[in-house]
């Protein structure tokens, strides 16, 4: 299920599975870049046991799954904070209307809230967008979705039809910096 789905950032290489140790008790799979041996500048990515490409999914997969909670919690404190600044600008006009003051000051501070609403307005639409990408994305996941919500929204092991419906390919330049490029075209690091 790996083959043609690991693949070097080095050389842009796939990934083939060794047996090293075949004839003793220490027998195990890896999987390494076919062309690290090649030539004399063969690659210096690291092998992988199926182990470790197995971790990386699921931790793609639940950094996937919590990037919206995250952004909806983003999403609902710049909504709050835009609140809070609508409501002191609306205080200061309304001050301003009622007691003389110093109009520099005032178009000041007014400004001053305009422009921290514009700002969080302009946050709060990305973070929209970014929400909506998702939510989109998780429509094309209906499996995903499925599987996910029978484990409570976490991604606990390592699933096959998963791996092999969602996945395009892990992008492997060290053991600490791994990608997990999905069908759609999202991109993860594995952390």
Request: proline share 1%; aromatic share 10%.
């Amino acid at each position: 299920i790996f083959s043609t789905k690991v693949q070097c950032a080095e050389c842009g290489g796939w990934y083939g599975s060794k047996v090293w140790h075949s004839n003793d008790k220490y027998r195990r799979i890896i999987y390494q870049c076919n062309n690290k041996f090649r030539k004399k500048t063969g690659c210096q990515t690291p092998h992988l046991t199926e182990y470790e490409i197995k971790e990386y999914f699921i931790k793609a997969m639940n950094r996937l799954i919590t990037d919206n909670g995250a952004l909806i919690a983003k999403r609902d404190a710049l909504q709050g904070e835009s609140e809070v600044t609508v409501e002191m600008t609306q205080s200061i006009v309304a001050e301003n209307a009622r007691v003389a003051q110093n109009q520099e000051d005032y178009n000041k501070r007014y400004n001053a809230l305009v422009e921290r609403y514009d700002k969080l307005k302009a946050e709060y639409d990305e973070v929209c967008t970014l929400i909506s990408d998702n939510d989109a994305r998780n429509e094309q996941m209906g499996r995903f979705i499925t599987v996910l919500k029978e484990q409570n929204g976490v991604l606990t092991k390592f699933d096959e039809g998963l791996w092999s419906s969602l996945v395009e390919k892990l992008v492997v330049k060290s053991k600490t910096d791994v990608t997990v490029v999905f069908k759609d075209g999202t991109e993860i690091k594995a952390e």
